[in-house]
């Protein structure tokens, strides 16, 4: 090769598969985090056991309630706290040397996804046969939820305060749920639908059951239903009106391929970039400068709304709080003042090209599974409305960041123009004035009860964030 013909080379910005470029000890690590990775997943059906788990994790490592630390009166360098925000959203700090108001290293991911709820009154009968009444949450494509096996996870709260946890569905022995489809004898009027009149949300209603209670009069098989719940939670149907009972797919976590190169599960938007979030600020060492800080929210798949989601002031308060303990004169000055000059990783999933589907994407600007972690620079729809848009200050402070720590890493869109968008918390915390962009593992089948990653993207995402905490940042 002539010596312009190589200087061209080095110009050009040329992707490859991670596999490739790893050698024996970084496929063991691989390998070794993705086994930790599952087992987070099957510990983390809904939101609030996530940030049961995530919370027991922190404890593990020495996190301490900030309840703790308001009885001490003050934190110190060093310092690990986290915040458990009403069962459903978690803030984990790690206090940095610096005063507070020079800011904070944020990851800031999701622990909800798409999912059904159960409605209020969920129970009722119909020829024989007991159903419950379930509410879609988020983004979901209705159709991929029919005829699979499903779980009941979630909390029924007495009316003395009593939670009751219920678990049905994953158990070695615990039966499932169904919401039964038409067989094709019979669907000639349906198939020529349109796959949203096909599908209706009030359809979405799984089976419960279908033995009736011995001499019963008058809806026996819901009666039987409710005896079954009695006996094993101790609950009412009066009890649902202040449940909080959601249906998942039941199944566990799986390797998929004879390689056993990628990870299906139900969650990983946002789960995968949650667990890097969390391992990531357990990793990254005593930090010698800013606090650092990992938010996991709640609401992000119905835009963020409501006391335990972003568009709450739940993390400015908390802020507030730390900042006090810190012993900032002003605190509500110095939390102004750190989240305008906070960085900010938006820790969310991005669409992955998927070969079976073409045309979804300007493959210029396609995320590719296996390549590694995606950066984001802007979300939105359309002209980028409703999204943020990363400066290229910070983007190019990030490169650097990630190529010290041999983090492999792709520029992604999520699709094409016109056609793709979709929104994280990036816009919300960018609010504050601070640096933000979006940085999260390429996924296929996004929102269904089944998504894929590749095990060497989900690595690279952890070492991006565990590289971010690292960084110096002036």
């Known amino acids: 090769m002539s010596e312009t013909k190589s200087q061209v080379e080095n110009l050009k910005l040329t992707f490859k598969p991670v596999w490739q470029q790893m050698d024996e000890i970084d496929v063991k690590a691989t390998e070794a985090y993705a086994k930790e990775y599952l087992s987070f997943l099957d510990a983390a059906k809904t939101e609030r056991l996530c940030a049961k788990e995530a919370l027991r994790q922190a404890e593990a490592k020495g996190f301490k309630s900030i309840d703790y630390y308001r009885e001490k009166?003050?934190?110190?360098?060093?310092?690990?706290?986290?915040?458990?925000?009403?069962?459903?959203?978690?803030?984990?700090?790690?206090?940095?040397?610096?005063?507070?108001?020079?800011?904070?290293?944020?990851?800031?991911?999701?622990?909800?996804?798409?999912?059904?709820?159960?409605?209020?009154?969920?129970?009722?009968?119909?020829?024989?046969?007991?159903?419950?009444?379930?509410?879609?949450?988020g983004g979901i494509k209705k159709y991929q939820w029919f005829t699979i096996p499903l779980a009941i996870y979630g909390s029924v709260f007495k009316k003395d305060g009593t939670e009751v946890n219920v678990a049905v569905g994953d158990g070695p022995d615990d039966p499932v749920f169904v919401i039964s489809d038409l067989l094709p004898h019979l669907s000639q009027e349906m198939?020529?639908?349109?796959?949203?009149?096909?599908?209706?949300?009030?359809?979405?209603?799984?089976?419960?059951?279908?033995?009736?209670?011995?001499?019963?009069?008058?809806?026996?098989?819901?009666?039987?239903?409710?005896?079954?719940?009695?006996?094993?939670?101790?609950?009412?149907?009066?009890?649902?009106?202040?449940?909080?009972l959601e249906i998942v797919p039941a199944g566990h976590a799986r390797e998929i391929g004879f390689d056993r190169g990628m990870i299906g599960a139900f969650g990983q938007d946002d789960r995968v970039c949650s667990f890097a979030a969390i391992s990531a600020i357990f990793d990254a060492g005593t930090p010698a400068g800013k606090t650092r800080c990992v938010i996991l929210a709640d609401k992000e798949e119905i835009g963020s709304y409501g006391n335990t989601g972003m568009q709450s002031r739940f993390f400015e308060n908390e802020t507030v709080e730390l900042a006090v303990l810190m012993g900032e004169h002003s605190a509500s000055l110095a939390t102004r003042r750190c989240l305008a000059n906070s960085k900010c990783l938006s820790a969310d999933v991005t669409a992955g090209y998927d070969p079976n589907f073409t045309g979804t994407h300007d493959l210029t600007n396609a995320s590719f599974i296996g390549y590694g972690v995606t950066l984001k620079k802007y979300g939105g729809a359309r002209g980028k409305s409703g999204g943020s848009d990363a400066n290229p200050e910070f983007l190019a402070a990030l490169r650097d960041c990630f190529d010290r720590e041999d983090v492999v890493w792709q520029m992604g869109e999520m699709g094409r123009i016109d056609l793709g968008g979709g929104g994280t918390i990036a816009y919300m915390l960018a609010n504050y004035g601070m640096d933000v962009v979006d940085c999260g593992t390429p996924v296929l089948s996004m929102h269904a009860p089944f998504e894929q990653a590749a095990k060497p993207d989900a690595f690279m995402t952890y070492k991006a964030y565990r590289a971010f905490f690292r960084y110096h940042w002036a």
């Open 73 to 137: 009166g003050a934190v110190k360098p060093g310092d690990k706290v986290y915040v458990n925000h009403r069962g459903k959203a978690v803030i984990l700090y790690e206090i940095g040397s610096e005063p507070l108001e020079n800011g904070m290293l944020i990851v800031g991911a999701h622990l909800d996804c798409p999912r059904l709820d159960l409605k209020p009154m969920p129970l009722y009968e119909d020829h024989d046969i007991a159903y419950v009444k379930t509410h879609y949450y």
């Open 191 to 244: 198939v020529v639908k349109k796959v949203s009149d096909a599908f209706k949300g009030e359809a979405m209603n799984p089976i419960v059951g279908s033995r009736p209670l011995p001499d019963e009069e008058g809806d026996a098989v819901k009666a039987a239903v409710l005896k079954w719940l009695d006996e094993a939670y101790g609950i009412s149907e009066a009890d649902f009106a202040s449940a909080e």
